[in-house]
């Protein structure tokens, strides 16, 4: 059913299939504005998938499973040479690679059991659009950190579920980071350091994005159901965050719990050989990824490329998660915040605490004045 065919065949779904494909995507735009309705929309236009027998369903992507690669060739510029991206990428070492494990928060209060059910419905949306069957689902008793499942996923598979996860992964940092923006202009006070972070997040998600967009073009299915969700998406995020910072970053937390969960699997699977392609250690990272993480010659894999990617996910997952523990606006990111003398053992590592750190261990509530602040703690902006 999720075959990489070549989409010649687009034609081939009925008039009346096309007409129930804008209706889903009407519906999904129309019910935009309410968090309650981001994935029910998505499910919508997933059970339409999963209904529609082939070959309408080839259309998620259209590189052939044969070619993976170079669906997007490099343009050429008559001046520019290239452009070196806006955040450079810190690096792991191969500790840090390796020790990412999945991790899961247990909710705490009905804030963060509607985010986590939110996620678990998303994820069962994912799982349906991505046409996977019982015997290739985890033990969804624990669902972000059991691995084994009797089948793998296809390659085509992991290309659709990675793309489109990353497609929206990229939402919440940008509209977190911008309303944190306006809210410093409109109130003109600090923002204490969040701003930099959730904008960096965001693009390092686009560079996923880019990255696994190299490898496979996604066909108009696809494209369909990534602007739909970015239309829900998109404003769901922003009145969530408008109305609960706190719970929107718990739900983010959440979402890269999945996508630590994901990567895992996805890196066992191809140390198993079970997915032929990305188990050859000469199938390489693309350029774009040896630029952007700065791949050592000899670590260039699709394993050493999605460790690189599992990290990354471990990072938000842990700094979101230590966000929503945070008094939204007047403590300083302790990500990027410079401490006391002799106080450095309470600075952050995201990547290594799963479930985030509280603001006990790395503000220092002893320390602080009762009530909001009247200075910015630090000097970051
Ligand atoms: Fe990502
Ligand atoms: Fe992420």
């Not at 981001?38 to 369903?57: D, E, K, N």
């Not at 069957?133 to 499942?149: F, G, Y």
Request: charge should be positive; charged fraction near 20%; include cysteine.
């Amino acid at each position: 059913m999720m075959s990489l065919g070549a989409t010649k065949n687009i034609c081939a779904c009925s008039p009346k299939q096309t007409a129930r494909l804008g209706h889903a995507v009407g519906l999904a735009l129309y019910q935009g504005p309410l968090i309650g309705v981001a994935y029910p929309a998505t499910v919508r236009l997933a059970t339409i998938f999963h209904r529609q027998p082939s070959p309408c369903t080839r259309s998620f992507t259209t590189t052939p499973a044969h070619q993976l690669r170079d669906v997007f060739p490099r343009k050429d510029t008559p001046f520019v040479r290239k452009t070196p991206p806006a955040w450079k990428h810190p690096g792991y070492t191969e500790e840090e690679l390796l020790s990412v494990t999945p991790g899961h928060r247990p909710p705490q209060g009905v804030g963060d059991w509607v985010a986590w059910k939110l996620v678990r419905l998303a994820r069962w949306a994912t799982d349906l659009a991505t046409g996977i069957k019982r015997d290739q689902q985890v033990d969804m008793k624990n669902p972000t950190t059991s691995l084994a499942a009797e089948k793998p996923l296809t390659e085509a598979q992991w290309l659709i579920r990675l793309i489109f996860l990353e497609s929206i992964a990229g939402v919440p940092g940008m509209v977190g980071g911008m309303l944190r923006h306006l809210h410093s202009l409109r109130r003109l006070k600090r923002d204490n350091g969040w701003i930099e972070t959730l904008l960096e997040e965001s693009y390092n998600e686009r560079m996923h994005l880019l990255t696994l967009m190299t490898i496979s073009e996604p066909g108009w299915f696809m494209k369909t159901m990534i602007l739909g969700a970015q239309g829900v998406f998109f404003n769901a995020v922003f009145l969530s965050y408008l109305i609960s910072p706190r719970i929107t970053h718990r739900f983010v937390g959440y979402l890269e719990e999945e996508a630590v969960h994901t990567y895992t699997r996805l890196i066992r699977e191809i140390e198993q050989g079970a997915l032929p392609k990305w188990s050859d250690p000469a199938f390489e990272a693309p350029e774009i990824a040896v630029t952007y993480w700065k791949l050592p010659e000899g670590k260039r894999t699709m394993r050493d490329l999605f460790l690189y990617i599992r990290a990354d996910e471990a990072v938000h997952r842990g700094v979101n998660h230590t966000l929503s523990n945070l008094k939204q606006k007047e403590d300083p990111n302790p990500f990027v915040s410079e401490y006391k003398a002799g106080q450095e053992g309470h600075k952050p590592n995201a990547a290594l605490k799963p479930e985030g750190y509280e603001r006990e261990e790395v503000i220092g509530v002893e320390s602080l004045p009762s009530g909001p602040s009247p200075k910015p703690y630090l000097h970051h902006a």
